[in-house]
Each structure stands twice: as C-alpha cells, then as structure tokens.
C-alpha cells in the first residue's frame, strides 16, 4: 500500500517510523517546507512529492499530520481524489468541519478515520473493557488527567487558539473520546480554564490548565483534568470507580525501562516497536483499508469528540455548562 504522510513535523515522524516497520507500505511525503521533507525523506526512506494533489494522486492512503487548522482541507482533498483517509487527532476544528469530511467521504464512498491513538493504548484498551464487560458494575465517576509542558510547534501554532483549538481540543480530545468510547454520550460539559478564564496579553504566554465535569446521559459523571502548565513532566492518569469494582492507572507509577548511558538517565517503553499504539493503530488503519473491512475508530465518533472539546471551550469562556448539542 501506498501511504502518503502530508505534514512532516512531531506527528508526522511518529507516524512514519511506525509505517517503517511495515513491509507491505511504500511510504510517500508532502510538506509544504521543502528542507524539511527532504531531510524527513532521507531519514525513512520516504519518496518526496511536490505537491498535496500529486502526493493525493501518487498513493494509496493520505495520512494527515497537519496542524489542526489544515486538517479540513488537507483531508477533504484526499477524499475529492477518491483515497483512504486517515486524520491526526483532533479530525477538524469544529463539528462542522467534521460533518463535511464525513458526508464527502461517504458520497465518495472512500474510508475516513480519525486518530484517537489512546484507544490502542493497553492500558487504556483494557480498562475500556472492564468497564463495558461490567466487571465494575455500573459506572459511577471517572476521572483522567493528561498533561506536561506546553508543546510549541512550528510557527507556535500549539500556543494559537485559532489554530489549535488550545488544550481542550488539542489534549483533552483524548479523554473525551476515551470517556465517550466507553461511557456514552455526554448531556453537558462544564469546564474552568486557566487561560480562557483569565486572558493573557501577549504571545509569550504558553501555559493553560482546564477541569472539565462531563455529565452522561447513564448518570455517570466524568472529571478531566487537563495542563500544557507542569513543570515536571508528562502524566497521565486513569480512574474508573464502579458499583461492584474500581480501575486505576498512573502513567508514572508503571514499571518502564530505565537506561543510562552517556547521554543520561532516562524511562523508555517497554513495549516492543509492534505492540506500540501508534504502530497498532497505524497497523489497525492499513488493514482495514486493505481488507475494505470498517475503520477501527468511526468518523461520526471523531465527531463526537470535537463537540464535547467544543463544549468545553465555549463553557470555560461563558462560565456556563454548555451541551455538545449547541456547538
């Protein structure tokens, strides 16, 4: 299969070293910097293209790994070319946008799916299980905190709301879509954020911090605690409490490979290269396209996704609790 990568930065180099290890995919690139996909290119084993519509019209398979203000475009000029499409998270910006990449890519009658690459954590796999299984009973509160330093990007386009969406859309699209994967739909979003309740002046601003209390339609309650504001690192935690049971993960408390060497002291996964989630769910979107068999994650649930971040954002600037409904 021939899969082509638009967008050559953080993601991007994820991506391409897990398709690295597939032997039945041809790896192909755009970026709209030259240097850099040459040096990306050189590095993977990659065939450079000139263009997005030459890079839509040489492949199999258009993987978007864009910032998340091109994602809409970039993706819908994949589907318009008839190909296989799958899109970083968050799928777009908005519901809208959502909605549109959906209806094309089923008037084109091609596959769209959108990353939400926790869903092949382990971790998180398994506890989605014991939850749906009942081992819990019935499911009474979660709550999941992601976060670390704010990422930056090129141009800074992490830190530019109108780019990214901020940390809500960015970052806590993954616990929403986990939460919504495994609890249902949400009824309404309340969320208090740092930067959206406090405006800052100036770009030099990276930080933010958001909580967000989910109501479902079970009863459920869900809490999300979500920062681009700890000075000590990445974390991310897990808590499923239940009327017969209760789940708990800390990313930091999980026993990791520890190597030291001349570079230093440092934790590395422990997980073999092909039982890596990205590798799984890049695995998981090339065997499905192959076999014409359904995407692992459904467009319509991307969708879903990016309204409850929606809600959240238009919540944390009104100060009050907002249904995905109304975004």
């Known amino acids: 299969m021939r899969v082509g990568v638009v967008g050559v930065g953080g993601m991007g180099n994820v991506h391409a070293r897990k398709y690295a290890l597939m032997p039945d995919v041809e790896l192909y690139a755009y970026d709209?910097?030259?240097?850099?996909?040459?040096?990306?290119?050189?590095?993977?084993?990659?065939?450079?293209?000139?263009?997005?519509?030459?890079?839509?019209?040489?492949?199999?398979?258009?993987?978007?790994?864009?910032?998340?203000?091109?994602h809409h475009d970039v993706a819908m000029a994949a589907i318009e070319g008839g190909k296989a499409v799958l899109v970083?998270?968050?799928?777009?910006?908005?519901?809208?946008?959502?909605?549109?990449?959906?209806?094309?890519?089923?008037?084109k009658g091609v596959p769209l799916m959108p990353g939400?690459?926790?869903?092949?954590f382990p971790e998180f796999a398994?506890?989605?299980?014991?939850?749906?299984?009942?081992?819990?009973?019935?499911?009474?509160?979660?709550?999941?905190?992601?976060?670390?330093?704010a990422p930056k990007g090129s141009d800074m386009w992490f830190q530019d709301h109108a780019r990214s969406g901020g940390l809500l859309l960015?970052?806590?699209?993954?616990?929403?879509?986990?939460?919504?994967?495994?609890?249902?739909?949400?009824?309404?979003?309340y969320s208090r954020s740092v930067r959206l309740g406090h405006?800052?002046?100036?770009?030099?601003?990276?930080?933010?911090?958001?909580?967000?209390?989910?109501?479902?339609?079970?009863?459920?309650?869900?809490?999300?605690?979500?920062?681009?504001?700890?000075?000590?690192?990445?974390?991310?935690?897990?808590?499923?409490?239940?009327?017969?049971?209760?789940?708990?993960?800390?990313?930091?408390?999980?026993?990791?490979?520890?190597?030291?060497?001349a570079a230093g002291?440092?934790?590395?996964?422990?997980?073999?290269?092909?039982?890596?989630?990205?590798?799984?769910?890049?695995?998981?979107?090339v065997d499905a396209v192959s076999s014409g068999s359904a995407m692992p994650v459904a467009p319509e649930e991307g969708m879903k996704a990016v309204a409850v971040s929606r809600a959240a954002i238009e919540s944390a600037k009104s100060g009050r609790a907002v249904s995905p409904l109304e975004v």
Not at 88 to 107: D, Q, V
Not at 126 to 149: D, I
Not at 174 to 189: A, C, I, K, N, P
């Open 126 to 149: 398994a506890a989605h299980q014991a939850v749906v299984s009942g081992r819990v009973g019935k499911p009474a509160a979660v709550r999941m905190r992601r976060g670390g330093k």
């Open 88 to 107: 970083e998270k968050p799928m777009a910006r908005t519901p809208e946008e959502c909605a549109s990449l959906i209806s094309a890519a089923a008037k």
């Open 265 to 285: 002291s440092r934790s590395e996964s422990n997980l073999s290269p092909t039982h890596d989630p990205f590798y799984c769910e890049l695995r998981a979107f």
């Open 170 to 189: 960015d970052l806590a699209v993954h616990e929403f879509d986990w939460m919504l994967w495994t609890l249902g739909d949400v009824r309404s979003v």
């Open 32 to 70: 709209r910097n030259p240097d850099r996909l040459d040096v990306y290119c050189a590095q993977f084993g990659a065939r450079p293209l000139g263009s997005l519509s030459e890079l839509v019209s040489g492949v199999d398979a258009v993987d978007v790994c864009t910032p998340t203000d091109a």
């Open 199 to 261: 405006p800052v002046e100036g770009a030099e601003f990276e930080g933010d911090y958001a909580l967000t209390t989910l109501q479902f339609e079970s009863g459920c309650v869900g809490h999300v605690e979500t920062t681009w504001m700890d000075p000590s690192g990445f974390r991310v935690t897990l808590e499923v409490c239940g009327s017969e049971g209760m789940i708990e993960y800390d990313s930091r408390s999980v026993s990791t490979l520890r190597i030291h060497d």
């Open 116 to 120: 939400q690459v926790v869903r092949f």
